[in-house]
């Protein structure tokens, strides 16, 4: 069984970067894709960014295009989210989350295995 850890939260001004981290074990990153999503408080969990397992293919919701850039390293076990640029609408938990290795999807009911979230929180 997978297992997810994130890293890197904290709280920065309107305009700063943060960058997280995802530590994938007990088994290799490379079997999934992997997606970020966030929840505020009171509002749903919602896409954040996506990756295939190979890096090959990046999706992003649309508020976060041009700020935010998820990548990976499969030797290192470990997903990023690069997040410049931040907006106080971007606080919220943030949870990586791993899917299918061939299927790489937005919605959270696709993927099986989740950290327990880092908080982000953006001053203005």
């Known amino acids: 069984q997978v297992q997810l850890v994130e890293s890197g939260g904290g709280l920065v001004q309107a305009g700063g970067s943060l960058r997280l981290s995802c530590a994938v074990s007990?088994?290799?990153?490379?079997?999934?894709?992997m997606g970020w999503f966030r929840q505020a408080p009171g509002k749903e969990r919602e896409f954040v960014a996506a990756?295939?397992?190979?890096?090959?293919?990046?999706y992003y919701r649309d508020s976060v295009k041009g700020r935010f850039t998820i990548s990976r390293d499969n030797a290192k076990n470990t997903v990023y989210l690069q997040m410049n640029s931040l907006k106080p609408e971007d606080t919220a938990a943030y949870y990586c989350a791993a899917g299918d290795r061939f299927r790489v999807v937005t919605t959270p009911t696709a993927f099986g295995s989740w950290g327990q979230g880092t908080q982000v929180t953006v001053s203005s």
């Open positions: 007990g088994r290799t990153a490379s079997s999934y894709s």
């Open positions: 990756i295939s397992w190979s890096g090959g293919s990046t």
